[in-house]
């Protein structure tokens, strides 16, 4: 892990500093039993064993190996738990950061990356990160003291034999260096394709239905072999890498071991070296390579928890465009006037969507936008709610620019009813009052009846506790967009924005909306984008978009008779 973001992730440990000071003292606890182990078996074997040193004191050290094994097990019990709830709670914050940061993410931001990456992010990263530090960071703490204690023991059992064993530690350090560099590369590689994995699941199977209309699952199914074979490849690679450095580490311990024996063999012999410090020295051994070999094993865990890191930060770090919706000014009161002066504007900051866009809507009028597709009509809505930032001109709400308005308070006072309306699982009322605490059931059952939604909800079994599924599958694209209309009322906002919103409706239910659109208008402004000419006849105004630029104004019968471009969409659709 690179050491900003090491100690970027120390600094969620800060909070639980105490707690930290109190894992780092049982963790020195449960080393010293351990290590006291292998000294206590030495004295057995030196002074009662080969020494046949008399009386019970053997009893008195077997009591005493006991005593050390329970005192580790009680404390390394201890650690776990305490560490454990530690790492679950900075991971909890982890995510609320994360999460509240991709809230506040302009549109730009997801117009860039897929729902499967931004997916992967919040849940796959934020748990890889969890396994490493659940997993590893308690090894790590007891393992770095125990390193440290293995080596002051040794030093003063015997210099030479501890240097000794000291002497192929360049060995391990050399393998690592290396294993490192293949294995860290690789593991990038591998999360890559997972986010792809995830984004290519997420994407086709929401659109599922569109694969199957169009008969292409053997295209979709070769397209995710190939996706699918460069992760095994790399995964396939992953364990390669560990069957190489594994062994290796299990080698070069070997070896230290090997020559502890041939070194000490003439001195047991000689009685110059005791048989109990061979055996301290052998364990301890095994002991100070047991921690990297610990490693070597957790390596994977380690290094995913590196790059899932990495990628974390990456994206809290990501601050372009990011909206502050509590900074600007409050309007108390809203009349409703909107008024463009001079915009333009870009989605890349070099093809011109809108193009010196100049108009003004009056306080509880309806205006609507037409115009053929991609003429700039929805980039018009969504610049009103700040969603993107105009590169040139004004946006004005009631004569202040929208860019100095609260965006929380901006987009309180609008509702926007779009063509493809999104249903979250849960139920008819709550998919209206969307947790707002402040719409009660009497205003949620008064929104639906103004929109003529009420009849087809009493209908349904559960009438507004009815279960909806993921994004409404169960209600029928009318049913979902009378609810959306009910949804935007019961916000009873001061702008209302209809962006294709009877387009998927079919005749009937296009006019039961018409009734009701006159009440749903009345007391506040209202902006209709519609390619149906015969929902915005009534309109107070009708603004025709073309290539960026507004080339025509007026009302219905206005527009008729200039013979312009209104008249030949009207045409287009009714003759």
Known sequence: MKNSNSLRILSYFKPYALFVLLN????????????????????????????????TGIMSIGLMYLGAVVAGAVFSYAQTILLNSIVQRIMYNIRIELFSHIQNMPLSFFDRNSSGRILTRVANDVETLNEM????????????????????????????????????????????????????????????????????????ISGMKLVQIFNRENEKYREFETLNSEYNKASIMEVILMAVFRPSAEL???????????????????????????FAFITYSKKFFGPINDMADKYNVIMAGSVAAERIFEL?????????????????????????????????NADWVLRDVSFKVNPGETVAFVGATGSGKSTIINLIGRFY??????????GVNIKD??????????AVVMQDVFMFSGDIQSNIRL???????????????????????????????????????????????????????????????????TANIDTETEKIIQDSLSRISKDRTTLVIAHRLSTIKDADKIIVIHKGKIRESGRHE??????????????????
């Open 405 to 414: 308005i609260k965006l929380s308070e901006l987009r309180r006072m609008i």
């Open 316 to 348: 809290m770090d990501n601050n372009e465009g990011i909206e502050d919706i509590e900074k600007g000014a409050e309007i108390p009161k809203v009349k409703g006037e909107i008024e463009f002066r001079n915009v333009w504007f870009s989605y890349n």
């Open 133 to 204: 530090y659940s997993g590893v960071l308690i090894a790590l703490f007891k393992d770095m003291f125990m390193l440290i204690g293995i080596v002051v023991v040794m030093l003063q059992m015997n210099l030479k034999l501890a240097l000794l064993s000291f002497s192929v530690i360049p060995l391990i350090i050399v393998a690592t260096y290396f294993y490192n560099i293949k294995a860290r590369a690789n593991f990038k590689r591998v999360r890559h394709l997972i986010a792809q994995i995830n984004g290519f699941f997420a994407e086709n």
């Open 252 to 278: 070069i311990n070997s070896l230290a071991i090997s020559i502890l024996i041939w070194y000490c063999t003439p001195g047991i012999f000689n009685s110059v070296i005791e048989i109990g410090v061979l």
């Open 389 to 398: 930032e105009i590169q040139k001109g004004e946006i004005l709400l009631d």
């Open 435 to 501: 947790n707002n605490d402040e719409i009660s059931d009497t205003e949620v059952v008064e929104a639906t009846e103004y929109v003529n939604a009420h009849g087809f909800i009493q209908s349904l079994p559960g009438k507004y506790h009815e279960e909806v599924k993921e994004r409404g599958c169960t209600l029928s694209s009318g049913q979902r967009q009378l609810l959306s209309f009910a949804r935007a009322i019961a916000f009873n906002p001061a702008i209302l924005v209809l962006d294709e919103a």
């Open 558 to 575: 206005e527009l008729l008779e200039r013979n312009g471009i209104y008249k030949n969409l009207y045409d287009m659709q009714y003759t």
């Open 24 to 55: 780092a003292l049982l963790a020195i606890l449960i080393n010293v039993s351990e290590l006291a182990n292998p000294y206590i078996i030495k004295v057995a074997i030196d002074d009662y064993i080969v020494g046949h040193k008399q009386g």
